[in-house]
Nanobody, 122 residues
Framework: QVQFVESGGGFVQPGGSLRLSCAAS????????MAWYRQAPGKERELVAA????????GYADSVKGRFTISRDNAKNTMYLQMNSLKPVDTAVYYC???????????????WGQGTQVTVSS
């Protein structure tokens, strides 16, 4: 069974940093481009960062460029999101899954973890 376990969220002040982790299982992790998504209350889930299957190709939403860095360790079936210079608008539940822009209609996108809460507030 496909499983995503996100961790590393928490409460931080504006300008602070967090490092999120995503442990994936139940599929061949190294074969898929992956992504981090976030969903704030009352808003749609949005893709914020994506990474190719080997980690050599990355992309970011304009809102997080220069502040967030996505990475992965295929040997550990784990993906990371380093978040720096956090802003209140970054407050959301963060999820990991396959990159929907490169794996359209993939069944992996039917399975979502609990996510990890990131709260940025003074």
């Amino acid at each position: 069974q496909v499983q995503f376990v996100e961790s590393g969220g928490g409460f931080v002040q504006p300008g602070g940093s967090l490092r999120l982790s995503c442990a994936a299982s139940g599929f061949v992790f190294r074969s898929y481009a992956m992504a981090w998504y976030r969903q704030a209350p009352g808003k749609e889930r949005e893709l914020v960062a994506a990474i190719g299957s080997t980690g050599g190709d990355t992309g970011y939403a304009d809102s997080v460029k220069g502040r967030f860095t996505i990475s992965r360790d295929n040997a550990k079936n784990t993906m990371y999101l380093q978040m720096n210079s956090l802003k209140p608008v970054d407050t959301a539940v963060y999820y990991c899954n396959a990159d929907r822009t490169r794996h359209s209609w993939n069944s992996l996108l039917l399975s979502w973890g609990q996510g990890t809460q990131v709260t940025v507030s003074s």
